[in-house]
T-cell receptor, first 114, second 112 residues
C-alpha cells in the first residue's frame, strides 16, 4: 500500500537560515508527490507537486522540493526561512489504485524563530 | 469568495444528535472529498465522489454518510454523533487524478 512518512513532528529553525522538512514515501509504481501547508485556523494550501521530470520542483512562497528516487524521499526546502513560514506542513502521495486518492502524512510543525 | 466553502465553520453538539456539514464549490471540479484531521494523525479520507452518481467510502467511513446533491455540492452527515467524532473536517475538490486538491477552510466539530 502507498504511504508517506514525515519523521519529524516539529522542526525549529532561526529566521534567515535554510529549512528542510522531511518526507519519505512508499509506492508500488511511479510516485506522484505533493506538499501542502496549513496556517492556523485555515484549510490546506497546495505548495508544489512532483509528477515527472526534473527532480527539483519549485513551488509557492519560495519553497522547493527535491525528489530522490534512490532514497524514496521528497524533502521540502527553502533557502532562507521567514517567521511567516511557521505552519503545519503535509506531504502526500497519490494512491496507485483506481481512485488515485491522496494519502497524507501526519504533518510537521515548522517553527521559525525571529 | 472562496472557491470551496464549508458551513458551518464551528459547531458544538451533543452525543446522539444528527449533524450535517455542507460543502459547495465554484471550481467546476467533478471530484469531491471529505477528510477528517486529528492531531498527530494527519488527514484521513472519509468519503469521496467522482460525480453526482458516484459515491465511495474512504478509510474511515463508519458513522458517516454523504450526499452529492449536485456537481457543486457534497454534504457529510453524522447520523448520531459521538465524542470521538470531535475533529476538524475538510472538504476538498480536484480536477483530475494527477491534480492537486483544493481545500475548504474547515469545519470544527465538537461532540460533547
Amino acid at each position: 500500500a502507498q504511504s508517506v512518512a514525515q519523521p519529524e513532528d516539529q522542526v525549529n529553525v532561526a529566521e534567515g537560515n535554510p529549512l528542510t522538512v522531511k518526507c519519505t514515501y512508499s509506492v508500488s509504481g511511479n510516485p506522484y508527490l505533493f506538499w501542502y501547508v496549513q496556517y492556523p485556523n485555515r484549510g490546506l494550501q497546495f505548495l508544489l507537486k512532483y509528477i515527472t521530470g526534473d527532480n527539483l520542483v519549485k513551488g509557492s512562497y519560495g519553497f522547493e522540493a527535491e525528489f530522490n528516487k534512490s532514497q524514496t524521499s521528497f524533502h521540502l526546502k527553502k533557502p532562507s526561512a521567514l517567521v511567516s513560514d511557521s505552519a503545519l506542513y503535509f506531504c502526500a502521495v497519490r494512491d496507485d489504485g483506481a481512485t488515485n486518492k491522496l494519502i497524507f502524512g501526519t504533518g510537521t510543525l515548522l517553527a521559525v524563530q525571529p | 469568495d472562496a472557491d470551496v466553502t464549508q458551513t458551518p465553520r464551528n459547531r458544538i453538539t451533543k452525543t446522539g444528535k444528527r449533524i450535517m456539514l455542507e460543502c459547495s464549490q465554484t471550481k467546476g471540479h467533478d471530484r469531491m472529498y471529505w477528510y477528517r484531521q486529528d492531531p498527530g494523525l494527519g488527514l484521513r479520507l472519509i468519503y469521496y465522489s467522482f460525480d453526482v452518481k458516484d459515491i465511495n467510502k474512504g478509510e474511515i467511513s463508519d458513522g458517516y454518510s454523504v450526499s452529492r446533491q449536485a456537481q457543486a455540492k457534497f454534504s457529510l452527515s453524522l447520523e448520531s454523533a459521538i465524542p470521538n467524532q470531535t475533529a476538524l473536517y475538510f472538504c476538498a475538490t480536484r480536477l483530475s487524478n494527477t491534480g492537486e486538491l483544493f481545500f475548504g477552510e474547515g469545519s470544527r466539530l465538537t461532540v460533547l
